[in-house]
């Protein structure tokens, strides 16, 4: 196919894109949401949402956990994802391929904390949709590996075994520093997105998709920046453990944030970055609130942008996004508190 024909696909593509985020909730659903009393109400709430009807279906109508609910939120997630993948071109379906890698990082990361600390009861679930593409994970292996050797076979097939095979392990644990490895595999994960977008991607709006990727680097390497100040990194080491892709945010940006004098001082420096842009008039909250009102501005410019592969990409993480809200509001009506301080 060429360029012409995938541009049209892409275009059509981003108009189905465009329908699906038209029914992710308002500024409106989010009051009603904060005003939420109880995980019944929420589950009720969202049987009135075409967006997460499904996710209401599913679940038990009353006593609904933790746990149900957020598996019930993941096959909602890829349900959308299987949908746009279906229908896309060549290209298109390679650039999406990287969001169930991104699933695999998930699940590899989450095996490692399982493996490092015995405390962990964390587990791997996830929806028969996002397994039927991860070609490279036997995902039944990772999820009762007992040891790191058996982790790296249950991944042998996945682009991440070359780096689990290379770590250098602690000959007391036989593991690798958890922390370490998790920023290792993240890099690789983007180096690899950048090198498909730069050398392998054959579709329209390559530039477009290139800023997606930088700003979605941005954003984590923010997040990084701002946990490393909390843990007193020194500088010259934390510049090495951030992911080694720039968009907006630069390496002399990135020391003015860890060397601020204080996390208020950080944040100007960030809103006086390229990146800071998109805080404009958001004020107050956490920085991890900060950051998700700033993947939010962006990603609902992209929306209404060209359209193009992009768009795509920007709802699936803006409804990724919300699964992530709404899995905070559960816990928060869990435990008696209101959900308005968690939907930010």
Same mark, same amino acid.
């Given at each position: 196919?060429?360029?012409?024909?995938?541009? #049209?696909?892409?275009?059509? *593509? +981003?108009?189905?894109?465009?329908?699906?985020?038209?029914?992710?909730?308002?500024?409106?659903?989010?009051?009603? @949401? +904060?005003?939420?009393?109880?995980?019944?109400?929420?589950?009720?709430?969202?049987?009135?949402? %075409?967006?997460?009807?499904?996710?209401?279906?599913?679940?038990?109508?009353v006593g609904a956990t933790d746990r149900q609910? !957020?598996?019930? =939120?993941?096959?909602? *997630?890829?349900?959308?994802?299987?949908? /746009?993948?279906?229908?896309?071109?060549?290209?298109?379906?390679?650039?999406?391929?990287?969001?169930?890698?991104? &699933?695999? $990082?998930?699940?590899? =990361?989450?095996?490692?904390?399982?493996?490092?600390?015995?405390?962990?009861?964390?587990?791997?679930?996830?929806?028969?949709?996002? +397994?039927?593409?991860?070609?490279?994970?036997?995902?039944?292996?990772?999820?009762?590996?007992?040891?790191?050797?058996?982790?790296?076979?249950? &991944?042998?097939? !996945?682009?991440?075994?070359?780096? @689990?095979?290379?770590?250098?392990?602690?000959?007391?644990?036989?593991?690798?520093?958890?922390? +370490?490895?998790?920023?290792?595999?993240?890099?690789?994960?983007?180096?690899? /997105?950048?090198?498909? =977008?730069?050398?392998?991607?054959?579709?329209?709006?390559?530039?477009?998709?290139?800023?997606? &990727? !930088?700003?979605?680097?941005?954003?984590?390497?923010?997040?990084?920046? /701002?946990?490393?100040?909390?843990?007193?990194? %020194?500088?010259?080491?934390?510049?090495?453990? $951030?992911?080694?892709?720039?968009? #907006? @945010?630069?390496?002399?940006?990135?020391?003015?944030?860890?060397?601020?004098?204080?996390?208020?001082?950080?944040?100007?420096?960030?809103?006086?970055?390229? &990146?800071?842009?998109?805080?404009?008039?958001?004020?107050?909250?956490?920085?991890?609130?900060?950051?998700?009102?700033?993947?939010?501005?962006?990603?609902?410019?992209?929306?209404?942008?060209?359209?193009?592969?992009?768009?795509?990409?920007?709802? =699936?993480?803006?409804?990724?996004?919300?699964?992530?809200?709404?899995?905070?509001?559960?816990?928060? @009506?869990?435990?008696? $508190?209101? %959900?308005?301080?968690?939907?930010?």
């Amino acid at each position: 196919m060429n360029n012409s024909g995938r541009r #049209a696909m892409d275009i059509a *593509l +981003a108009t189905e894109a465009r329908a699906m985020y038209a029914n992710l909730l308002s500024d409106e659903d989010k009051e009603k @949401l +904060a005003a939420l009393h109880s995980t019944d109400e929420l589950v009720a709430f969202l049987g009135r949402s %075409p967006a997460w009807r499904p996710v209401s279906l599913a679940l038990p109508a009353v006593g609904a956990t933790d746990r149900q609910f !957020s598996e019930a =939120l993941s096959r909602c *997630l890829y349900e959308d994802y299987e949908r /746009l993948y279906r229908f896309a071109n060549d290209a298109a379906k390679e650039f999406l391929l990287f969001m169930s890698y991104e &699933v695999e $990082l998930r699940a590899i =990361l989450a095996a490692l904390r399982r493996l490092s600390d015995k405390s962990i009861a964390e587990e791997i679930r996830l929806p028969s949709q996002a +397994a039927r593409l991860m070609r490279g994970v036997d995902i039944e292996r990772l999820k009762t590996a007992k040891t790191f050797p058996e982790l790296t076979e249950a &991944v042998r097939g !996945s682009m991440y075994f070359p780096v @689990l095979s290379a770590m250098e392990l602690d000959p007391k644990t036989g593991m690798p520093d958890v922390s +370490a490895a998790a920023l290792q595999l993240s890099a690789h994960f983007y180096h690899a /997105l950048d090198r498909h =977008l730069k050398q392998g991607y054959r579709g329209p709006a390559r530039r477009e998709l290139a800023r997606t &990727v !930088s700003f979605r680097t941005d954003m984590l390497n923010i997040s990084f920046l /701002l946990r490393l100040r909390r843990f007193g990194t %020194p500088t010259d080491e934390a510049m090495r453990l $951030l992911l080694p892709l720039h968009g #907006a @945010l630069g390496p002399d940006a990135e020391r003015r944030i860890l060397q601020a004098g204080s996390d208020e001082e950080a944040m100007a420096e960030i809103r006086a970055s390229r &990146v800071g842009r998109w805080l404009s008039g958001v004020e107050g909250g956490s920085p991890e609130q900060l950051m998700r009102a700033a993947e939010t501005a962006f990603y609902r410019k992209v929306m209404h942008g060209t359209p193009n592969l992009c768009v795509v990409d920007a709802f =699936l993480t803006l409804k990724e996004n919300e699964a992530d809200m709404l899995r905070r509001a559960f816990i928060a @009506l869990q435990y008696g $508190l209101s %959900p308005a301080n968690y939907i930010l």
